[in-house]
């Protein structure tokens, strides 16, 4: 029996979280894998304590975003998957485009917006003219912290833009291309090592164009070609993840472009829409990966 830590929020109590911690611990119970759960919340007060025996598990599954208490535990030599650098570049989507970017790897035009401090705002708009200029209208602004498509917004004109840019003032934000093809629909390709294992076409709910099932859309199981999954998988080996939920977008000449990358994608729906059992092959890749 090979003994590990699933990490989770301790504040985070929906019974959509609970049931993938439930799911994972039951697909390592049925391959020799005891996961025990442990909450950021305690393991973060048991670091406090420098004489701490860690009981050193072969592996921890960090399915959180506390990138603070990942870097902590990897410095008494834990091994995460996936490991603190990985999930705080998901987590951060000017940080993934830039690393993306960087790696020439194909995306919408993206321009971060420019920092300011939330007490002084922005005191010349030339950057959001040019901005326009470059990536055009429609365009889609984007909080870089969110999750669900909570903080993704279609501004069409550039009064909106500024108004929109005046309230997040401070805060860490992108302007990206609205790729007209791709409007109301994704591919989500699932990731784990080296293979996409599965994917599905999700397509928004009548008059939203973003395509998260959270917000009412639908799903039907998707066949990747080479090119969709050689990209995927490639983001995932730039970004350090061991797995990860791939959004791509298809523009006018089918090219696949990356949208976003979750570090810890929710699985249920890939599995209702697909069959495919997202735990049982992380369990499968960490068994691999520690052996």
Not at 117 to 128: A, I, K, M, Q, W
Not at 267 to 279: E, H, P, Q, S
Request: glycine share 6%.
């Amino acid at each position: 029996m090979i003994d590990g830590w699933l990490i989770i929020n301790a504040f985070l109590n929906a019974e959509k979280f609970s049931q993938l911690y439930d799911w994972l611990v039951l697909a390592g119970s049925s391959l020799g894998v005891r996961l025990k759960v442990k909450t950021n919340s305690e393991l973060m007060i048991e670091l406090q304590d420098d004489s701490m025996e860690m009981g050193h598990p072969a592996f921890a599954i960090f399915w959180d975003k506390d990138i603070r208490l990942a870097e902590l535990l990897e410095q008494r030599g834990l091994r995460l998957f996936n490991c603190a650098r990985a999930i705080e570049l998901c987590d951060d989507k000017s940080k993934t485009y830039t690393s993306l970017f960087a790696a020439g790897l194909p995306l919408p035009r993206t321009m971060i917006v420019p920092m300011t401090y939330n007490n002084v705002g922005y005191t010349s708009y030339e950057f959001l003219y040019s901005a326009v200029t470059q990536i055009g209208l429609p365009l889609i602004a984007k909080e870089a912290i969110g999750s669900f498509g909570q903080q993704v917004n279609l501004i069409d004109n550039v009064d909106d833009l500024r108004t929109w840019l005046e309230k997040h003032a401070g805060e860490s934000l992108l302007l990206q291309q609205y790729v007209e093809a791709a409007a109301g629909s994704d591919l989500r390709l699932q990731v784990v090592g080296d293979e996409v294992i599965g994917a599905m076409r999700r397509t928004a709910a009548i008059g939203d164009f973003r395509a998260n099932l959270t917000l009412g859309g639908s799903m039907q199981k998707w066949i990747p070609d080479k090119k969709q999954t050689d990209v995927a998988v490639a983001a995932c080996k730039v970004l350090g993840l061991d797995f990860a939920g791939v959004d791509l977008l298809l523009d006018a000449d089918d090219k696949p472009l990356i949208c976003e990358v979750n570090s810890n994608a929710h699985f249920k729906t890939l599995f209702d829409c697909t069959g495919v059992d997202t735990a049982d092959a992380i369990i499968k890749y960490i068994i691999r990966c520690i052996k």
